[in-house]
């Protein structure tokens, strides 16, 4: 049913506060910018990148594997993983969004373009956390803390 809120209409959520968000590789980012511009309100946004190959085929092999059957995956789509800017800044990153954590990146473009957006507008972010799925992301951690900040009291964790 979300899938056609990227096309149509999408519900305003004035008590939501608390966001938790799988970026999987159907949907992608397409999703979140409906979200915060529909959650005026929102306080804590929680991401975690799913990875296609992975958490799919982990779950398709897990329920499958009693049944002897083959798993027919839903197909990538590329125009998912991109990230794209929202057209209006959402009103919860200029007032409430204080804390942003984004789990399991790996470092590609996409998820670099969304750190990037998040840091620059996030005006009142006083938290930002970031977990990579491999420890030896120096150069990635280096070049996140050189992005600009709209919030001069964010602290980034890794």
């Avoid at 990227?6 to 968000?21: A, R």
């Avoid at 159907?26 to 511009?37: A, E, I, N, T, V």
């Avoid at 959650?39 to 929680?46: A, F, G, H």
């Avoid at 998912?80 to 009103?91: D, F, H, R, V, Y």
Wanted: net charge negative; glycine share 4%.
């Amino acid at each position: 049913a979300l899938s056609f809120a990227c096309s149509g209409d999408f519900p305003t959520f004035p008590n939501l506060i608390h966001l938790e968000l799988n970026i999987d590789p159907s949907f992608g980012w397409k999703l979140l910018p409906h979200f915060l511009s529909s959650s005026p309100n929102l306080k804590v946004l929680i991401l975690k990148k799913v990875s296609y190959i992975y958490e799919r085929r982990r779950f398709c092999d897990r329920i499958m594997d009693d049944l002897n059957a083959s798993c027919d995956l839903e197909e990538y789509n590329p125009e998912a993983s991109i990230w794209i800017e929202p057209k209006t800044l959402p009103s919860c990153l200029s007032s409430h969004l204080e804390e942003i954590q984004i789990k399991d990146t790996s470092g590609k473009d996409d998820e670099l373009e969304a750190i990037r957006y998040f840091l620059k507008y996030g005006v009142v972010l006083k938290k930002f956390s970031i977990g990579f799925r491999s420890r030896s992301k120096e150069h990635l951690k280096n070049e996140i803390l050189m992005l600009p900040r709209g919030s001069m009291t964010c602290e980034i964790d890794f």
